[in-house]
Nanobody, 123 residues
Framework: QVQLVESGGGLVQAGGSLRLSCVAS????????MGWFRQVSGKEREFVAYISENGGSTYYTDSVKGRFTISRDNAKNTVYLQMNSLKPEDTAVYYCGANRGHSRTYAWSYDYWGQGTQVTVSS
């Protein structure tokens, strides 16, 4: 079992920044691709970014490229999402997920999820 806990969300003005953290317990994260997804009410969970097991590769959805950075520190069992130049359309609940390395942009392929953290960007 992997337990994931997100933190760092909040209310920020457009153009501002937030850093989300996802801390894992139960198992080390080194064997998992880690992803960030976001979800608004009534819509499916949307892929945002993932990072490979060793941190060597990252991938982002087009809407956040150049603004968001995913990183990981396996020694700390922690994954981060640095969000800069935030826009109102980034408003969502953000979820951290752990994946064994397949179908990495699809929410259904993830084995574990955190509880989510709310990010609200005001205009």
């Amino acid at each position: 079992q992997v337990q994931l806990v997100e933190s760092g969300g909040g209310l920020v003005q457009a153009g501002g920044s937030l850093r989300l953290s996802c801390v894992a317990s139960g198992r080390t994260l080194s064997n998992y691709v880690m992803g960030w997804f976001r979800q608004v009410s009534g819509k499916e969970r949307e892929f945002v970014a993932y990072i490979s097991e060793n941190g060597g590769s990252t991938y982002y959805t087009d809407s956040v490229k150049g603004r968001f950075t995913i990183s990981r520190d396996n020694a700390k069992n922690t994954v981060y999402l640095q969000m800069n130049s935030l826009k109102p359309e980034d408003t969502a609940v953000y979820y951290c997920g752990a994946n064994r390395g397949h179908s990495r942009t699809y929410a259904w392929s993830y084995d574990y999820w955190g509880q989510g953290t709310q990010v609200t960007v005001s205009s």
